[in-house]
């Protein structure tokens, strides 16, 4: 339903946010650049343009609004809610917002500066937004509110380009997760379909996420440590609490999963979907040992991949030397600040979104198998709009929402459709118009054919009464 009421068409142009009625505002010249920032959670629609009105919560924090609200929203009647921000979760906010009808919300900061969107991707919690959120400066936000408080104020009508992403022939993403979190497996294995379908088209990366013991590195890294390998420089939190893992756990798999990455990039894929759904369950109490079984079950060669986990130290003490693999994942984390996951790079470009889709179940005699629509699965659609024109590859020409064609011709592209389909449908359409058709005249030819005749029978009755009374005179 939201992708309906989008304006959805790319432009190479800068994302921004402007006001497009009513006049005295459209001539501020303090609203005649609004910044904004976009939010780590809901549907971001990466290159497209939302316009519609603007509206005020009520409440104006939007933390406990009225059951009876509703925005019955149509492609002439796109509403955007105006929130302030605090009090409550963003999340809670655009869940009020995303159910009441609206289309997109409009944070306004609590703060006169600006500042990032604090909603992490962490643990997914977010995947059941479908709407874009962004947040823009108290000073201009209370601009905004003063002109919709007054009783008789115009409409205000505003728009915002969402940015374009980076286009390359060939896309590259990075993946940033932790081992031995289950939800971090979700964007992977909903994904899996379609870097399949595209992988001669893609560059992929998986990092992980590691942090590092700071009373440790006082002591030099001479001390072992449960939750970190190498004296404390790559840690990992404690995967299942009491249970019998431990940090140290999670940091091994993460040299394990490197080493099947460099021998076998597709089996990776295989490896990692498979050791989510076998080794992470809560109930498995074998999880540093279960990897033996997946390794064997996707005919990994087990001895390869100790061999590299293996060389991958510096040194036979695993608890305290150094580690090549992780001393690289470490650098490029800190290099880009990687603090929370997961995280998703698109051609060096961070992601901001939802990273999965909500989804249900189906075909459990054939294992479980997630259904859910494309058009709404953020990071697929931001993959395809990342690439140049003429690189792009099947898979998205036919599930791609936007409009894009090679010789300059934009057109629309939606859900595959068979084309049989269509035809029978365009087909039974004509047929119960003309039947319709048939029917209508039938009913008007037959009324006035009717009209006609009893008008006929009238006079001819007439005419007949009056001869009658004639010759009853005349016999007089």
Known sequence: MLILLLFLFLVNADSYFKILNPKSLVSDINLLEINFQIANFGYVPYGQKI????????????????????????????????????DCSNYQKAIYAQNYGYVMMVLINDINEESNLGVENKFNEYSDIEIPSIIIKKSQGELLKSFLLQKQHESVYVQILFP??????????????????KSSYRFLKQFYSFHMQMKDFVEFTPHYTLGRCGHCERFQFTRRDSLCLSGGR???????????????????????????????????????LKYSQLCL??????????????????????????????????????ELDDNILLSQEYQKSQQLQIYFWPIL?????????????????????????????????????????SFNINSIPEVCRNRIVGCMDDDGTWVPYKEETNTWVV??????????????????????????????INQQVNINLAQYYAMTEQKKNLSK
């Open 51 to 86: 316009s519609g009105q603007l509206e005020m919560a009520n409440p104006y924090n939007y933390c406990n609004p009225p059951n009876t609200q509703y925005v019955d929203n149509d492609k002439m009647n796109v509403k955007i809610l105006l929130v302030e921000r605090g």
């Open 164 to 181: 374009e992403l980076l286009k390359t022939d060939k896309v590259n993403y990075e993946y940033w997760f932790s081992s031995m979190d």
């Open 234 to 272: 790559y840690c990992a939190a404690d995967p299942d609490g009491n249970g019998p893992l431990d940090g140290q756990d999670a940091v091994r798999e993460v040299v394990r999963q490197i080493c099947i990455f460099k021998t076998d990039k597709n089996k990776w894929w295989n490896y990692v």
């Open 281 to 318: 369950d809560s109930s498995n109490s074998i999880s540093n040992v279960c990897y033996n079984d997946v390794l064997q079950a996707l005919q990994i060669d087990p001895k390869k991949i100790e061999t590299c986990y293996n060389d991958s130290f510096l040194g036979l003490n695993h």
């Open 345 to 385: 790079y698109i051609n060096n470009v961070r992601y901001r979104g939802n990273l999965t889709i909500e989804s249900y179940f189906t075909n459990y005699d054939k294992g479980d198998q997630e259904i859910y629509d494309s058009s709404q699965f953020g990071p697929f659609q931001a993959i395809c709009k």
């Open 423 to 452: 035809w029978v449908a365009v087909l039974f359409i004509m047929a119960l118009i003309m039947i319709c058709t048939l029917y209508l005249y039938k009913r008007l030819f037959i009324k006035k054919a009717s009209e006609e």
